[in-house]
């Protein structure tokens, strides 16, 4: 048996911050301990040192296999005032601190305990276990690379477990298990704003940086319009329906496109990713304009970092963004990383029932996440991920604020409850 909790350290302690990445020593720290219990993998590569490993386990049922996927680099901490050292996984206060202990280290140690676990007892489901480079700066050296080039890696596998859900989410007392099951798309844009030019010492009016200040308050004071998925309304129902009268009519206020923004001002802190679901979203992020301090520039580009809803496509939120700033503003898609428009729930209620019976207290829910994650490369090989990383939260613990920030941390004993329940999930999987 692996202890996920001492893997969860030693994946810590390599400092897989990505830009560069530099992730060969831990997936090479994961194949040695992959090969002392007997298991041969795989290392699949783009780039050198940026390694992807791909480990199997036959089982005997005559079905596809479940996937269990996840990955090793982890964002930056430069900058951060962090209370502990970032990389060196102490235990504290019932924590493990460092970075990826959610985002997501954690979730990898977790699977590779639970696909071992399962090849010692000879489990019949078939798995593959693939350890993952670069998601944090785009997938493209790790699962876009496989999702595109190596599809039949994934030995024709119609599901998969990986980030971002199963933690405990604690509303009005009750304890909540988002299950994800879809998310956003990336739409990232370049607008163009254009106006009279000059010198700095005769000055313009109404010139491209006036314009640009508009665009930039209308973005900071609107968004597109509402519009309420079947994925997003199936969450919010599943919340409200747990809850007592007075909180479920504020919460269902969500589900009206009148009332939706101020239900999200309401919730306060724990509204605030509702209202990122409801809509398609824009969040300017780069602005370039003028190479010299006395020429006023005719010309200002802005970059977008645009999140579109499953279903939706680029034209629809160029027409929605026209809408809002106006047609006199340039506006080109950069990149779109699109997903399925529906997702596939075949395996979702099992899931559910395995958070029934370790929490009986918990309630599971679908999500549908605002950012992105490898799912939607996996999604081109055919593949249907669920966020299902399962972690009992204390009440007091808020993990979201920490991901990408200071003091990341996981609570050691939410680790085994995860182990326990994937390996559930792993039983269950084609029986």
Excluded at 107 to 124: D, K, L, Q, T
Aim: proline residues 9%; glycine residues 12%; contains cysteine.
């Amino acid at each position: 048996m692996i202890d996920p909790v001492q893997l969860l350290q030693e994946l810590i302690r390599f400092d897989t911050t990505n830009p560069p990445g530099n992730e060969e020593a831990c997936v090479a720290h994961v194949e040695s301990l992959l090969r002392t219990h007997g298991i041969e993998s795989e290392r699949y590569e783009r780039a050198p040192g940026r390694p992807n490993l791909i480990a199997r386990h036959a089982g005997a049922r005559g079905a596809p296999p479940l996937v269990l996927q996840g990955h090793v680099d982890v964002v930056t901490t430069a900058g951060q005032p962090w209370s502990r050292p970032p990389f060196g996984a102490e235990i504290a206060d019932g924590y493990v601190w460092g970075r990826g202990a959610l985002d997501m280290k954690g979730g990898v140690a977790m699977m590779i305990a639970a696909f071992v676990a399962a090849h010692e007892s000879n489990s019949p489901t078939p798995l593959v276990l693939v350890v993952l480079a670069d998601e944090e700066d785009g997938g493209e050296e790790g699962a876009k690379f496989l999702a595109e080039e190596h599809p039949d890696a994934f030995g024709g596998a119609r599901h998969a477990l990986g980030e971002f859900g199963g933690a405990t989410q604690w509303i009005a007392g009750r304890r909540f298990y988002p299950i994800q099951v879809a998310e956003k798309q990336i739409c990232w844009l370049r607008a163009r704003v254009r106006g009279q030019g000059g010198h700095g010492a005769l000055g313009v009016k109404g010139g491209a940086m006036r314009r640009l200040g508009d665009v930039l308050r209308t973005l900071d004071r609107k968004q597109p319009p509402v519009h309420i998925t079947p994925i997003v309304r199936d969450w919010v129902m599943g919340i409200a329906d747990a809850l007592p009268r007075p909180q479920a009519l504020v919460l269902r206020r969500l589900l009206d496109p009148r009332t939706a923004d101020l239900t999200v001002r309401a919730l306060g802190p724990k509204g605030r990713i509702f209202g990122r679901v409801i809509r398609n979203t824009v969040s300017p992020t780069i602005l370039r304009g003028g190479g010299k301090i006395n020429v006023i520039p005719s010309e200002i580009e802005l970059q977008l970092d645009g999140r579109l809803l499953p279903g939706f496509a680029p034209d629809d939120l160029l027409r929605e963004l026209h809408g809002l700033i106006g047609d006199d503003v340039e506006l080109e898609v950069v990149r779109h990383d699109p997903g399925p428009p529906d997702p596939d729930l075949s395996f979702y209620e099992p899931l559910g029932q395995i958070i029934r019976e370790l929490d009986p207290g918990g309630i599971p829910v679908p999500m549908l996440q605002p950012g992105v994650t490898d799912a939607r490369f996996l999604t081109r090989a055919g593949i249907q991920t669920y966020g299902f990383l399962p972690l009992r939260l204390p009440e007091d613990f808020e993990p979201l604020p920490t991901v990408h920030n200071a003091d990341e941390r996981v609570p050691v004993d939410a680790l085994p409850f995860g182990v326990e329940a994937i390996s559930r999930a792993i039983a269950r999987y084609g029986a």
